[in-house]
């Protein structure tokens, strides 16, 4: 995928992501199964039939999910039997654009540091105003190219 591709892909994300982040889920204490399975009245073997599961593995799979040791096919399965949709999503903690201008500034500060070291060494260290134009001019780069070369060490 080209730089362009990339960029529109990103763009297309950030839409579909909107609605997600303004989401305010507090997830139950004893997990979103038990607690939608418990609102509509249904038993652990009413849900355990409906799943087509011996009674005993719905306790089972309500602490697995509370505890994160269960599998996106079970949570779907439980969902599909109990008339609910299963959503399962990644959702940034900023706009993706903002992630990668972050690790690019991390980055070009890791490099100009190294820089700066070496030029000391050299006796030959460089202002703060030419270091700071190195570190823009290097996030810029970084943020031109793919953005697969932000995330190598």
């Avoid at 839409?15 to 509509?40: F, Q």
């Avoid at 060494?121 to 810029?140: C, G, H, P, S, V």
């Amino acid at each position: 995928m080209n730089t362009k591709q990339q960029i529109l892909a990103r763009k297309h994300l950030e839409k579909r992501l909107v609605g997600v982040r303004k989401l305010e889920l507090a997830v139950p204490p004893r997990g979103w199964m038990r607690a939608i399975r418990e609102a509509l009245g249904m038993s652990t073997r009413q849900l355990a039939e409906r799943m087509g599961v011996s009674p005993s593995r719905v306790p089972t799979i309500e602490k697995a999910e509370v505890t994160g040791g269960t599998t996106i096919k079970t949570l779907r399965e439980a969902a599909e039997a109990m008339n609910c949709t299963f959503v399962y999503t990644f959702v940034p903690v900023k706009p993706l654009d903002e992630i990668l201008e972050d690790r690019a500034k991390e980055k070009a500060r890791k490099d100009i540091a190294r820089l700066d070291h070496t030029m000391k060494l050299e006796n030959q260290a460089l202002r703060r105003t030419d270091l700071q134009d190195e570190q823009q001019r290097l996030i810029n780069g970084y943020l031109a190219g793919s953005p697969r070369q932000l995330w190598d060490n």
